[in-house]
């Protein structure tokens, strides 16, 4: 019997004794999939996929951050993106920078070994910026936030531990006949119920499923903004998990993930349009209005660091510092950019795209 106040080291071992594969669920699969290979041909319009990989991330890692109560914005995070250990960023903005950090760290080392026990660790230090391990002292227990009543404590020991995860690797590797995105849904249950860690298992679990999403191939890049739908559903989350737990309810928490799935893959794939379509608007304008400055590069740039500075135009070769000052001035005299004082330095934003960033719509400012 579960009981809520004791270890759970019985949590059953994977794949669940459940259907996770009925009639409701795949077909949920079919609409997830289809929405994410329009993602994954999306992101091939823009050539530079480093300008994707510096900005969804960016989004995720202020969502999930926000789900954890670590609220900070997009504007702080491209502000201080550059430098995470600026003593002008605030705590919460210098987590959430960390997270952005794991996820692309994280997307770098599935190119020298799969997921694994070690990928996880590697990926909660980052987050938390402390050397941490598989918990070894007892006494974590997870509360309902409103009456602070304890909803659930999770398996105790490090040796129990690390054989749940061992158990959730070989279902990850060996389950393959199984859909990979009810897989994605089944993984991320039983590492958020093994909870290894004493902080920071929720961020490092929604790090895992863009990282397995990637490893499967659904995704070439870490661009699927997947916490927005969790924080606009947060209370479902929490719900939904514990439902696993208490009634081996799986059914209606892997169509909770799929549905997640799908409606981000659909938003961000809308959202890669809407800066498409900015960044088509402004090259127009400066081949109009400054063509003596413009160049394909300068774009780039301005979208790939939406907070740029002076040495991003020095480091790409775009011009020297005097020159590249001019071309960022020139860029605010056109609307283009907003120039800012932080501390000795100037910023130069790109004003329309955060705004597009920070809507919940899709279209880009003209």
Known sequence: MFNPEL?????????PEADIETKAILKACIDAKASLAGLKAMAKRIPNQEMLINIIPMLEAQASSEIENIVTTTDRLFQYANDESNVLADPATKEALRYRTALYSGYQSLNARPLTTATAVQICQTIKGVETDIRRVPGTALLNEATRQIVYTPPDGEGAIR????DWERFIHTQ???DPLIR???????FEAIHPFSDGNGRTGR?????FLISENLLEAPILYLSRYIIQNKPEYYRRLLRVTTEQEWESWILYMLEATRSTAEWTSKKIIAICDLMDHIRDELRRALPKIYSYELVDVIFTQPYCRIANLVDLGIAQRQTASK????LVAQNVLREVQVGREKIFINVELMRLLAREDDSAAK
Not at 163 to 166: G, H
Not at 184 to 190: F, G, L, P, R, T
Not at 207 to 211: E, F, Q
Not at 327 to 330: D, E, H, K, Y
Request: glycine fraction near 0%.
């Open 7 to 15: 270890p759970y080291n019985d949590l059953p071992r994977l794949p």
């Open 207 to 211: 790090v895992l499923n863009l990282l």
């Open 184 to 190: 994605m849904a089944v993984m991320h249950y039983q």
């Open 163 to 166: 054989d749940l995860l061992a």
């Open 176 to 178: 393959t006949d199984i």
């Open 327 to 330: 071309i960022l001035q020139a």
